[in-house]
């Protein structure tokens, strides 16, 4: 479809942050994947060490009629703990960071304005880093995570110990703080 839009974000475990983004007007699709590290096709278990650099991420297809990417961000960081440096909750590592992966230039200071008013708002500094961009280019390679790991709170994850204790506090904290932008 065109005039559709992407953006990859990371905010902790990518089954907290994708269940959040499927339930967001205007988004079409999310995919959890992996993106910022040095090792090419990196496997959930390489992540998982830590050691290959890369975040648990998701990349989101947006229409930019009906959701910004500037209210894309803020529901991102408005539904995770950006002042938590490698780490959410009981997730602890560089694979659990929170960050912006701009796909433009354009995309990057709308990422810097994001994270300035949300520093703004809430009197904190979020720890968020902008990763992967230099001048008007992606450079950070973008790796699809396993087919078992998509859609995977829909399916499994309501299954799940974890997922039951970390996703339906993210929705209700999207439900009313966001509640325009729930499907």
């Known amino acids: 479809m065109s005039g559709l839009q992407q953006a990859i974000i990371a905010g902790g475990c990518f089954w907290c942050t994708e269940a959040v983004f499927r339930d967001v007007v205007g988004v079409s699709a ?5 993106i910022g ?3 090419t096709n990196p496997t959930y278990k390489e992540v998982c060490t830590g050691n290959t650099g890369h975040a648990e991420a998701i990349r989101v297809t947006f229409d930019p009629h009906a959701i910004s990417l500037a209210e894309i961000y803020d529901v991102f960081l408005g539904t995770h703990d950006p002042t938590q440096l490698n780490r959410q909750g009981n997730d602890i590592g560089t694979q659990y960071r929170s960050a912006i992966f701009p796909l433009s230039g354009e995309q990057g200071a709308e990422a810097e304005a994001a994270i300035a008013r949300w520093n703004a708002e809430h009197g904190k500094v979020a720890v968020t880093s902008i990763e992967g961009l230099a001048g008007d280019v992606q450079t950070a390679e973008w790796y699809p995570a396993e087919d078992y790991h998509q859609e995977y709170w829909d399916g499994e994850g309501q299954r799940n110990p974890y997922c039951l204790a970390v996703i339906p506090p993210k929705l209700m904290k999207l439900r009313k703080s966001f509640q325009k932008y729930v499907k």
């Not at 999310?30 to 992996?34: F, K, L, R």
């Open 37 to 39: 590290g040095t090792k």
């Open 30 to 34: 999310v995919e959890s994947g992996y």
